[in-house]
């Protein structure tokens, strides 16, 4: 499920235009933020693929470094 998710923010599937940036992606930042969320309940990022995973998907859904660096300590915690 979760490498859906990635596949439809990359394709620019699903909700998708195009940021202030010019980026493609979602535009709602926050349902980016959210998915990213889901997809680091459901995976523990103990193995290099899986963290390059999490951070491809965090860029394709452009969820902010800080955003993500919150979310890697509430978990990690």
């Given at each position: 499920?979760?490498?859906?998710?990635?596949?439809?923010?990359?394709?620019?599937?699903?909700?998708?235009?195009?940021?202030?940036?010019?980026?493609?992606?979602?535009?709602?930042?926050?349902?980016?933020?959210?998915?990213?969320?889901?997809?680091?309940?459901?995976?523990?990022?103990?193995?290099?693929?899986?963290?390059?995973?999490?951070?491809?998907?965090?860029?394709?859904?452009?969820?902010?470094?800080?955003?993500?660096?919150?979310?890697?300590?509430?978990?990690a915690g």
């Amino acid at each position: 499920m979760t490498f859906m998710l990635w596949r439809a923010a990359v394709n620019g599937s699903a909700g998708s235009g195009v940021l202030a940036s010019g980026k493609p992606g979602l535009l709602r930042p926050r349902a980016g933020a959210l998915k990213h969320r889901g997809s680091r309940l459901a995976i523990d990022p103990d193995t290099l693929q899986e963290r390059q995973f999490l951070k491809m998907l965090a860029e394709a859904l452009d969820v902010p470094s800080d955003a993500v660096a919150r979310l890697d300590a509430e978990f990690a915690g």
